[in-house]
């Protein structure tokens, strides 16, 4: 009894690993190759092809070939690159959407039929559970990385100092799975295959750490674009943080819940409507907020002119503010 219970285990150990195998080399089908710069004789085989030809990945979310990555691998709106799909056909791609402050974008190349991952659920991620990061070759000149780990930390803020400006990254997955040059802006996936973020390099760390964007944050925007081959961006004009990086902007702030806005826009939504740097917003349309991520993610789903309700605490008083959104 003892041998055959203890030789199903064998094969049910056989039988997930295979599994698994089976589900990273069926995602690994919709991660693509990105180039800023289009490829030129042997040049990709540069060893510090990374950083002259702005090598990255990306994952495709659609079958008629939309593609998420990294601002930083794919450029700015309106830009092109270049990519190519594991079979090794090359395409030219143009940025649709891009966002500097997440460093992420949306890529569009003319193909059809194409397999796209499955969107996963990043507000149900837990500390401790399995991950994989995947990042492609360019063709088949660089090969494939697949790397392993486990969900580290949820929530996190990272600041970040380029071109002589200070930002915060907010609310990010914290894994101790590689996220190398390989992996900038491709998936970080669950067991289930799902992707739960885009890894991102551009975020310096210590070993070990690696950090990724929660996928929910541009779930609206892909689905936009999925169903309509559009995004119209609403904007509220505001610049706001989550309470937990209030301590490093001033240490004499604290806040229980809500965000706090740091800065208007001139002339924009918010500004017209009276809001001002140093307001908490604690709700929108009845929804508690605490992260970015959450605010953002529900502007994606408004169109500019669309009205919203905030719950604005200043000075120990709450009040609702009606907005229109304007465009980005």
Avoid at 166 to 175: C, F, K, R
Wanted: include cysteine.
């Amino acid at each position: 009894m003892k041998l055959k219970e203890h030789h199903g285990t064998i094969e049910e150990a056989k039988t997930e690993n295979k599994t698994i195998t089976d589900m990273i080399e069926e995602v690994s089908s919709c991660v693509v190759g990105i180039s800023k710069l289009k490829e030129n004789g042997n040049s990709i085989f540069l060893k510090d092809g990374t950083t002259k030809l702005g090598l990255g990945t990306g994952m495709i979310v659609s079958e008629d070939g939309y593609i998420l990555t990294n601002e930083h691998v794919s450029g700015s709106k309106f830009s092109n690159c270049y990519v190519t799909l594991e079979n090794g056909k090359s395409y030219t791609a143009k940025v649709v959407w891009s966002d500097s402050d997440l460093d992420i974008s949306i890529i569009k190349i003319n193909a059809k039929g194409l397999p796209y991952i499955a969107l996963g659920d990043s507000e149900q991620v837990k500390v401790g559970e399995t991950v994989y990061a995947i990042g492609n070759p360019i063709g088949f000149e660089f090969q494939r990385t697949v790397t392993s780990g486990i969900i580290s930390a949820v929530n996190r803020t990272i600041k970040i100092e380029e071109d002589n400006k200070t930002s915060y990254m907010e609310d990010l997955i914290q894994t101790d799975a590689t996220i190398n040059p390989g992996n900038s802006g491709g998936p970080l996936i669950n067991v289930e295959g799902e992707v739960i973020g885009i890894n991102s390099v551009k975020i310096v760390t210590a070993e070990g750490i690696g950090f990724a964007s929660p996928i929910n944050m541009v779930k609206p925007i892909i689905e936009s674009y999925k169903n309509t081959g559009n995004f119209e961006e609403a904007s509220l004009g505001l610049y706001a943080y989550d309470k937990e990086v209030i301590p490093y902007l001033d240490s004499n702030i604290s806040i229980d819940n809500g965000i706090y806005v740091i800065d208007v826009v001139t002339n924009g939504a918010a500004a017209n409507a009276g809001i001002k740097a140093n307001d908490v917003i604690t709700k929108i349309d009845g929804k508690p907020l605490n992260k970015m991520t959450e605010l953002r993610s529900y502007i994606y789903t408004k169109k500019t002119g669309d009205e919203v309700v905030l719950q604005v605490l200043r000075r120990g008083i709450i009040t609702p503010v009606k907005i229109v959104l304007g465009k980005k």
